[in-house]
């Protein structure tokens, strides 16, 4: 219920507007705010993520991917902005894409489970998404994520792999065929 009072209390526009402040704390406070407000719940937050997208936030929260300071909670807002919303879905991946597989590549342990749960997002039913992920280069990060040492970070990844591969074959043979699966740890 708070997040669409604040929605329609009318914080969208301020919000995202913040996400180009000069100030990096309020950019990431910005992006974490925008994040919490479309945490996905059928019910209430696809107008929410319709809201924000349409204030224009995907750009500037694609930029914040590059920030150190504010990475991981722009990557969050985007995981959240991706849940269940092809025309979010189709934004992101031509806004920020590029930057989301360089953060599973990269990034801090955090980053990285963010990046990798946005990838998630993006490619959960979403065959054409699917493609430019992979084109983007995010299976070998996404599978050498496996093997990384905090298994929250396993569990996105393999979440990631997963989101990929549902309902699409082509996709599971070049996952298979790939050669990139390691052995992974106990």
């Known amino acids: ?30 992006a974490a705010a925008l994040g919490n407000l479309v945490f996905f719940n059928d019910e209430t937050n696809s107008g929410n993520q319709a809201a924000i997208a349409k204030a224009g936030a995907v750009p500037f929260l694609a930029e914040l991917l590059k920030d150190p300071k504010a990475q991981v909670t722009a990557a969050g807002a985007l995981r959240n902005l991706a849940a269940q919303n092809v025309a979010n879905q189709d934004s ?27 990838i998630h997002n993006l490619a959960a039913g ?9 084109e983007a280069g995010a299976l070998e990060p996404l599978v050498a994520l496996l093997n990384e040492e905090v298994p929250r970070v396993r569990e996105v990844a393999a979440g990631a792999l997963w989101a990929l591969a549902r309902d699409n074959p082509e996709l599971q043979s070049a996952i298979d065929r790939s050669g990139t699966i390691p052995n992974l740890k106990s």
């Open 126 to 134: 979403n065959s054409k998404s699917q493609q430019l992920i992979v």
């Open 1 to 30: 219920d708070n997040q669409v009072a604040v929605a329609h209390a009318g914080a969208i526009h301020p919000l995202v507007q913040l996400l180009r402040d000069e100030a990096p704390s309020v950019r990431e406070e910005a």
């Open 92 to 118: 992101i991946c031509r806004e920020a894409l590029e930057s989301l597989v360089h953060l599973v590549a990269e990034g801090n342990p955090k980053a990285q489970m963010e990046a990798a749960g946005a």
